[in-house]
């Protein structure tokens, strides 16, 4: 099974700041299946890129991804008020699915 | 409109058989590309992928929890079935149910969650 590290933990951030989220996988992960998703307090995850670098409908070009192999990233060009939140990366392989343990966006 | 809802006893003791419910619209169980997964998220914690199932009845689960877990579907209902059997305080969370969009050697993502059912584990 792949495990998925996510770091840092947590970031702290002020609004207009650049955000880099990192996914770093136990083995090699096909990048047509590592998706990122955004989950806000009380909320389900919402869906926010796939196949490591393509952005879902309705998301916001400041979101982009990027990555391959066992490393991937996660950028937010600049922050807005509302990305503050939990990022999760997930991967697919082997008929398993594996989530990471989360990065948090927080405001500085 | 593409919706999911998840449906279950809020409340289970340990040792018992939970079992709970993802009604699906605005897409079909039948569709090739699609399939449905299961994925909890304890309080506090993170997320954690429980199950899936696909239109053709690939089935697949989690390796720690595989023992303990059978994923069904109606498509006639339009319904994925979960159940996890002897539950424990540990299995309290939050358990969404969301539309898997797969093609082999292209994709697979969870597009379009629940917005989840909260089970607590208590005697």
């Known amino acids: 099974e792949i495990v998925l590290t996510q770091s840092p933990g947590t970031l702290s951030l002020s609004p207009g700041e650049r955000a880099t989220l990192s996914c770093r996988a136990s083995q090699s992960v096909s990048s047509i299946y590592l998706a990122w998703y955004q989950q806000k307090p009380g909320q389900a995850p919402r869906l926010l890129i796939y196949g490591a670098s393509s952005r879902a409908t309705g998301i916001p070009d400041r979101f982009s991804g990027s990555g391959s192999g066992t490393d991937f990233t996660l950028t937010i060009s600049r922050l807005e008020p509302e990305d503050f939140a939990v990022y999760y990366c997930?991967?697919?392989?082997?008929?398993?699915?594996?989530f990471g343990g989360g990065t948090k966006v927080e405001i500085k | 409109q593409v919706t999911l809802k998840e449906s279950g006893p809020v409340l289970v003791k340990p040792t018992e058989t939970l079992t709970l419910t993802c009604t699906v619209s605005?897409?079909?169980?039948?569709?090739?590309?699609?399939?449905v997964s299961w994925i909890r998220q304890p309080p506090g914690k993170a997320l954690e992928w429980l199950a899936h199932?696909?239109?053709?009845?690939?089935?697949s689960y989690s390796t720690s929890l595989k023992s303990r877990l059978t994923i069904s579907k109606d498509t006639s209902k339009s319904q994925v079935v979960l159940t996890m059997t002897n539950m424990d305080p540990v299995d309290t969370a939050t358990y969404y149910c969301?539309?898997?969009?797969?093609?082999?050697?292209?994709?697979?993502?969870?597009?379009?969650w629940g917005k989840g059912t909260t089970v607590t584990v208590s005697s």
């Open positions: 199932i696909f239109s053709n009845d690939e089935k």
């Open positions: 969301a539309r898997i969009a797969a093609r082999p050697g292209y994709y697979y993502y969870m597009d379009v």
């Open positions: 997930q991967q697919y392989g082997s008929s398993l699915t594996t």
């Open positions: 605005g897409f079909s169980l039948s569709n090739a590309r699609m399939g």
